[in-house]
Structure formats: C-alpha cells, structure tokens
C-alpha cells in the first residue's frame, strides 16, 4: 500500500502520454486487487485448514502468491516499457 502511495503520484509527473500513466497507474491497482484476492483466499484456506485438505490449502495459498508475484513483474514491465519505450 505504501509503495501504491508513492507510485500513483510519481506517474502522474513522469514524462510519458496518457495512455503511459493510465497504464502506469492502473498496474498499481491491479496488484492491489490482486494482493487483496490473495488475502482472501489466505483468510479462507486458514479458517477451513483441516489435515484431510491440508494440501489443497497450501496449493490455494501458493497459488495467490504466484499471482501476486505476475502482477509485480507485470507491474515492473509496464513501468519500464512506458519510461523508456
């Protein structure tokens, strides 16, 4: 959230057309979406986290973290493809 604070201004001062920033800001919002999923299912799979079902859990949560990992790299893509291209 704190990197989102900072983030979201910064792009609307940086040098690029509308459709850059809109761009730039919308991948900060997405790995927030996608952060907050995450913590849903984390919030779920803990509350329902029995042994017969131990490993689906664990699947789910590593799962929301891999997506919150692609929304990074997407975020860090999109940023570098609007600054320098």
């Known amino acids: 959230m704190l990197l989102a604070l900072i983030l979201i201004p910064v792009a609307f001062y940086m040098p690029v057309n509308g459709t850059g920033k809109a761009l730039m800001v919308g991948s900060v919002i997405w790995v927030l979406v996608v952060e907050l999923l995450n913590s849903g299912i984390e919030g779920v799979t803990d509350r329902v986290y ?36």
């Open 50 to 85: 029995a042994s017969r079902i131990m490993h689906i859990c664990q699947r789910a949560k590593d799962l929301g973290s891999a997506a919150v990992m692609l929304s990074l790299a997407a975020l860090i893509a999109i940023w570098l493809f609007a600054l320098l291209g």
